[in-house]
């Protein structure tokens, strides 16, 4: 809204084109029409629907993951800001998570091992195992960097932080969840916690 003087045709009150003329206490002022109403269009109803998808999901790991891993990395903006936004490709327009490869568990500097796989256990019930190659000797990583997991079910989401550290070159973990498809983020950090990777991902069927 603009104020104006008055000039030589004087004041104006009324529509005139794209602007507004009114006068309020003796001062003349000018403004834009308002738009049309576009607050609710199918794009905007989709984009809302991934946010209240991903922002509940975040809520939820709040204490487990957005404190302790994301807000290490977030910089000007909160951990918990960033895994939204990071995160929002993943979900479709209905606010379902299906693009499992573009989600992330975690960020970071800590380097991931080399050749780190996951895959199921066949030995053993919702078992998984892991293996990679450990560089801390050549300064990649730290030997005690210790081994973390996100757990994707159909219904549930968890967060293992396991034993296992990157010199074990391998692990195996019996996974919270029943036989059948699982989506598996694999990360390290640093013993202390003050750093830590970014993610591997990798769809298992367990059996």
Do not use: C
Not at 52 to 74: D, E, T, Y
Not at 89 to 99: C, K, Q, R, W, Y
Not at 174 to 195: I, R
């Amino acid at each position: 809204m603009g104020k104006y003087t008055q000039g030589i045709l004087g004041p104006f009150s009324g529509k005139v084109g794209a602007v507004v003329g009114s006068s309020w206490k003796g001062v003349n002022y000018i403004k834009s029409l308002p738009g049309p109403n576009t607050s609710n269009t199918e794009a905007q109803q989709q984009q809302r629907s991934r946010f209240k998808s991903v922002v509940s999901l975040a809520s939820s790991l709040m204490s487990s993951l957005i404190r302790p891993v994301w807000n290490l990395v977030g910089g000007k903006m909160t951990g918990y800001n960033l895994f939204v936004k990071t995160n929002m490709p993943a979900f479709d327009e209905s606010g379902t998570l299906v693009n499992y490869s573009d989600f992330h568990a975690s960020l970071g500097a800590l380097p991931l091992p080399e050749n780190l796989t996951i895959q199921d256990d066949a030995d053993v019930v919702s078992g998984i195992e892991l293996s990679w190659k450990d560089d801390s000797a050549v300064g990649v990583g730290n030997a005690d960097d210790k081994l973390h997991l996100l757990v994707m079910t159909a219904d549930k989401v968890h967060i293992l932080n396991t034993a296992s550290v990157r010199s074990d070159q391998s692990a195996e973990i019996t996974l919270p969840a029943p036989a059948g498809e699982v989506h598996v983020y694999a990360f390290f950090g640093t013993a202390e916690g003050g750093q830590f990777s970014p993610d591997l991902y990798s769809k298992i069927l367990l059996s």
